[in-house]
């Protein structure tokens, strides 16, 4: 009861803040906290690219294949992914289980679509790393394809960009692709993930 009403405390706070400094886009004039409020439970309201992503929940294994020189074989592996929403269906989440560089590994995948920003965005975390990568992107009119980019440090210095293709196939298959680019060099395929889901 004492989180609930400290919760609601800075909710409303927050929404008293914003209303003072944000106007209405058409008039100018400052929003109400009840004219606020309308357009954060708006926001907070999943819609059609969230029940796309709901569609994904349940179990899948999948095949991987990663590449380190793009002149060599990739090193093939087999894995599985657990995917649920979160939050009433706000966020999607896939713990993935298997292998890299030939050790057990372990991940965190979560994505959604930000009805503010109109785009998605996504977290990754694993067993392999202490930092958090994120991406962001859209997705083709059917929302199938989504097209996501982001970049992190490097331990030898300067950052490395990548660019994924999550495509969902159908409801029982998905493809996950991703190139990258060390120190502004040319981009090369990285890794493909083969989704498919258990029967």
């Given at each position: 009861?004492?989180?609930?009403?400290?919760?609601?405390?800075?909710?409303?706070?927050?929404?008293?803040?914003?209303?003072?400094?944000?106007?209405?886009?058409?008039?100018?004039?400052?929003?109400?906290?009840?004219?606020?409020?309308?357009?954060?439970?708006?926001?907070?309201?999943?819609?059609?690219?969230?029940?796309?992503?709901?569609?994904?929940?349940?179990?899948?294994?999948?095949?991987?294949?990663?590449?380190?020189?793009?002149?060599?074989?990739?090193?093939?592996?087999?894995?599985?992914?657990?995917?649920?929403?979160?939050?009433?269906?706000?966020?999607?989440?896939?713990?993935?289980?298997?292998?890299?560089?030939?050790?057990?590994?372990?991940?965190?995948w979560t994505i959604a679509y930000d009805n503010l920003l109109k785009q998605y965005v996504s977290t990754w975390?694993?067993?392999?790393?202490?930092?958090?990568?994120?991406?962001?992107?859209?997705?083709?009119?059917?929302?199938?394809?989504?097209?996501?980019?982001?970049?992190?440090?490097?331990?030898?210095?300067?950052?490395?960009?990548?660019?994924?293709?999550?495509?969902?196939?159908?409801?029982?298959?998905?493809?996950?692709?991703?190139?990258?680019?060390?120190?502004?060099?040319?981009?090369?395929?990285?890794?493909?993930?083969?989704y498919t889901r258990k029967q």
């Amino acid at each position: 009861m004492k989180y609930s009403h400290f919760a609601l405390v800075i909710w409303f706070s927050i929404i008293l803040t914003t209303g003072a400094i944000a106007g209405d886009p058409k008039s100018g004039k400052p929003m109400s906290p009840e004219e606020m409020m309308e357009v954060y439970t708006k926001l907070a309201t999943p819609g059609e690219q969230h029940k796309l992503l709901a569609s994904l929940t349940g179990s899948w294994v999948t095949k991987t294949k990663e590449w380190m020189d793009p002149h060599k074989p990739p090193v093939e592996s087999t894995g599985s992914v657990n995917i649920k929403m979160l939050l009433e269906g706000r966020f999607l989440q896939q713990e993935i289980t298997g292998s890299m560089h030939g050790k057990p590994h372990t991940g965190i995948w979560t994505i959604a679509y930000d009805n503010l920003l109109k785009q998605y965005v996504s977290t990754w975390i694993d067993s392999m790393s202490t930092g958090i990568f994120t991406m962001e992107g859209t997705a083709t009119a059917d929302g199938k394809t989504i097209t996501l980019t982001g970049r992190h440090a490097e331990a030898g210095g300067g950052h490395m960009s990548h660019r994924a293709i999550w495509t969902i196939v159908d409801s029982n298959n998905q493809e996950f692709i991703m190139y990258g680019t060390h120190h502004g060099g040319e981009e090369m395929k990285m890794l493909e993930v083969i989704y498919t889901r258990k029967q």
